[in-house]
């Protein structure tokens, strides 16, 4: 089972500050690892495909990066509606994995 | 816009079958480009894939090893759903429970059901 580790699991962020969330993979994945965000008491939402690749509808400020064993997700300019928790989601090999989770919040 | 709904009782005895529904509209649970999965969430286990099903000329299954002896999804082309039954539930299966299409060429998860709590307790 691949085991996804993000860190840090918790950030307390001023608005316009740059975020930046890392998930690490215990083997390669080439680039197939998701990131979702999960605002309380919602389901989890699509906000990047395939390491890099922002799904439909999702602001530009948020990123994705890496490949192999090492990715980021980056939110440039932190804005309120973007406290949540985010998980990253490998699916590379069964059984799929998710993260741990970042817990964003506001300052 | 490919929406998914879910239904069910929120809550279960121990040992015996939890049960949940999803229905799809805007997509068809037969397409041969998606996979139907079930996904739950709590706080002990975080976010964990349970299973899956899909149609490629036949319908196929994939479940977690965790909880392969107790699972079946299946599907449902009459209604255009798919279900979940766990059998001989515990208090750890005491869960979020989430259905989610999941693309088939990039596998990721989108759209999401609107979650079901569960809680096994007598």
């Given at each position: 089972?691949?085991?996804?580790?993000?860190?840090?699991?918790?950030?307390?962020?001023?608005?316009?500050?740059?975020?930046?969330?890392?998930?690490?993979?215990?083997?390669?994945?080439?680039?197939?690892?998701?990131?979702?965000?999960?605002?309380?008491?919602?389901?989890?939402?699509?906000?990047?495909?395939?390491?890099?690749?922002?799904?439909s509808g999702v602001p530009s400020r948020f990123s994705g990066s890496g490949s192999g064993t090492d990715?980021?997700?980056?939110?440039?300019?932190?804005?309120?509606?973007?406290?949540?928790?985010y998980y990253c989601h490998q699916s590379s090999s069964l059984p799929l994995t998710f993260g741990g989770g970042t817990k964003v919040e506001i300052k | 816009q490919v929406q998914l709904q879910q239904s069910?009782?929120?809550?279960?005895?121990?040992?015996?079958t939890l049960s949940l529904t999803?229905?799809?509209?805007?997509?068809?649970?037969?397409?041969?480009?998606?996979?139907?999965?079930?996904i739950r969430q709590s706080p002990s286990r975080g976010l964990e894939w349970l299973g899956r099903t899909y149609y490629r000329s036949k319908w196929n299954n994939d479940y977690a090893e965790s909880v392969k002896s107790r699972i079946i999804i299946n599907p449902d082309t009459s209604k255009n759903h798919f279900s979940l039954?766990?059998?001989?539930?515990?208090?750890?299966?005491?869960?979020?429970?989430?259905?989610?299409?999941?693309?088939?060429k990039y596998h990721w998860f989108a759209p999401w059901g609107q979650g079901t709590l569960v809680t096994v307790s007598s």
């Open positions: 089972e691949i085991v996804l580790t993000q860190s840090p699991d918790f950030q307390s962020v001023t608005p316009k500050e740059k975020v930046t969330i890392t998930c690490r993979a215990s083997q390669s994945i080439g680039s197939s690892l998701h990131w979702y965000q999960q605002k309380p008491d919602q389901s989890p939402k699509l906000l990047i495909e395939y390491a890099s690749q922002s799904s990715f980021t997700l980056t939110i440039n300019s932190l804005e309120v509606e973007d406290a949540a928790t | 069910g009782p929120g809550l279960v005895k121990p040992s015996q999803c229905a799809i509209s805007g997509d068809s649970v037969s397409s041969n480009s998606v996979g139907w999965n079930w039954q766990l059998n001989s539930v515990t208090p750890e299966d005491t869960a979020v429970y989430y259905c989610a299409r999941e693309d088939w």
